[in-house]
């Protein structure tokens, strides 16, 4: 019997990533490597990939491959972060069992509202500006001289 796999397409600057979830132990494979050795010493990027399994407490339920190509690494742990937010949706409209919230007044929630009241769902459409024709750079312009 094959282990059921949800997958997420997440993507940031110039940056795509592919995520595959999966029960089983906290493992996140990152293009063939760990996540420790694919981002090194930033720990910024590794909390970035993880915050929607800590906001949920399902750091240790999946484990996590990825696919990622293009821009840098903060934007590609932006990307991995959108896709991980993505493949979890789909995991929880397919067969989740709802997570009780901190207030505990309004009962179980859904994964999609305590991860659209985190800011996870939404694509950050944030890219880089085109270099303008007779501009140094996008806005930068050559100083005018009058004299």
């Given at each position: 019997?094959?282990?059921?796999?949800?997958?997420?397409?997440?993507?940031?600057?110039?940056?795509?990533?592919?995520?595959?979830?999966?029960?089983?132990?906290?493992?996140?494979?990152?293009?063939?490597?760990?996540?420790?050795?694919?981002?090194?010493?930033?720990?910024?990027?590794?909390?970035?990939?993880?915050?929607?399994?800590?906001?949920?407490?399902?750091?240790?339920?999946?484990?996590?491959?990825?696919?990622?190509?293009?821009?840098?690494?903060?934007?590609?742990?932006?990307?991995?972060?959108?896709?991980?937010?993505?493949a979890l949706l789909q995991y929880d409209e397919e067969d989740a069992v709802p997570v009780e919230s901190e207030e505990g007044s309004e009962g179980a929630q859904s994964f999609r509202r305590i991860l659209r009241k985190a800011g996870y769902v939404t694509r950050d459409s944030r890219s880089v500006e085109r270099k303008k024709v007779g501009h140094r750079k996008a806005r930068k312009v050559e100083q005018y001289s009058k004299r």
């Open positions: 019997m094959a282990k059921q796999q949800y997958y997420g397409t997440g993507r940031r600057k110039t940056c795509q990533a592919r995520v595959y979830l999966k029960k089983g132990s906290g493992n996140i494979t990152i293009n063939d490597h760990t996540l420790e050795e694919y981002f090194g010493g930033r720990i910024t990027a590794h909390m970035i990939v993880k915050q929607p399994l800590v906001l949920l407490g399902l750091e240790n339920n999946f484990d996590i491959t990825v696919n990622v190509k293009g821009s840098g690494p903060m934007g590609q742990a932006g990307a991995i972060r959108h896709g991980i937010t993505r």
